[in-house]
């Protein structure tokens, strides 16, 4: 199989992977049908890699034509992104993409940086030869994509890396845990990988990680991966702090 269809099948399966965990998540407690969930899926990855940024308006009539339906599931497809803290639907207002505070952004990577340093501890601990090569192979997407300097491939493989950690670590109270914070971490996630210099920051970090896991050392992987959610946090920090300055 040459280099070029290997990429591309790569490309597919992450593309698969995060396709399943997005409609995972916004099928948790819903009883909408696989249109709105649908719907909601695609306008949460609009949101999720910047095609819709914070503060823009979301036209239910727009949207009824581009997905070529009537308004009510728009508007239920809206309703499930604002559970999922997405979207906002103020009172007699047009719905817009919503914009965590920084407060709210720091509360999410604090509790993020705990639970995930639980999870990498475990799966050092418990991970099976077969997640180890599962974890390896998304490493190694990860690796291509940052050599690439696209960003998107980047996302989808560390997204599905850490999917992977989940299933590894052997605690489902885990995981429902971590979903319990919602679609919006996908997107602080995604914009912070979009700032210059943290794709190849990131990649040190998973190597780090990597390794932690294939020497079964539980205080060196809980230690990597809160250091790298807390840089993470930094970086997302003066992102904000410059778009508040550009904007005074």
Do not use: W
Not at 169 to 181: A, E, H, M
Not at 193 to 210: A, F, K, T, V, Y
């Amino acid at each position: 199989m040459s280099a070029k269809l290997r990429a591309e099948g790569n490309a597919a399966n992450s593309l698969s992977a995060v396709a399943a965990t997005l409609r995972r998540l916004l099928s948790l407690d819903s009883q909408h049908d696989s249109l709105v969930v649908s719907m909601a899926y695609e306008l949460g990855l609009d949101i999720i890699e910047g095609r819709l940024q914070a503060g823009d308006d979301l036209n239910s009539v727009d949207l009824a034509q581009r997905f070529s339906t009537s308004r009510t599931p728009v508007r239920e497809a809206l309703a499930l992104l604002e559970r999922q803290g997405m979207v906002e639907i103020p009172p007699r207002r047009r719905p817009r993409v919503r914009m965590a505070s920084m407060e709210e952004i720091r509360n999410i990577y604090e509790v993020r940086a705990a639970m995930h340093a639980l999870v990498c501890e475990l799966v050092a601990q418990r991970a099976t030869e077969d997640d180890i090569a599962l974890l390896r192979d998304r490493f190694e997407a990860m690796r291509t994509a940052a050599e690439e300097g696209n960003v998107h491939d980047y996302f989808l493989a560390n997204m599905q890396f850490h999917d992977i950690t989940l299933q590894a670590c052997r605690n489902p109270l885990l995981q429902r845990t971590l979903d319990s914070l919602g679609l919006t971490t996908f997107n602080l996630r995604y914009q912070t990988l979009s700032q210059p210099g943290r794709i190849p920051q990131s990649l040190e970090d998973h190597s780090l990680l990597m390794r932690a896991f294939e020497d079964r050392n539980p205080v060196l992987a809980a230690s990597v991966i809160r250091n790298n959610i807390q840089a993470a946090l930094k970086v997302l920090q003066e992102k904000i702090e410059l778009h508040d300055e550009t904007r005074s």
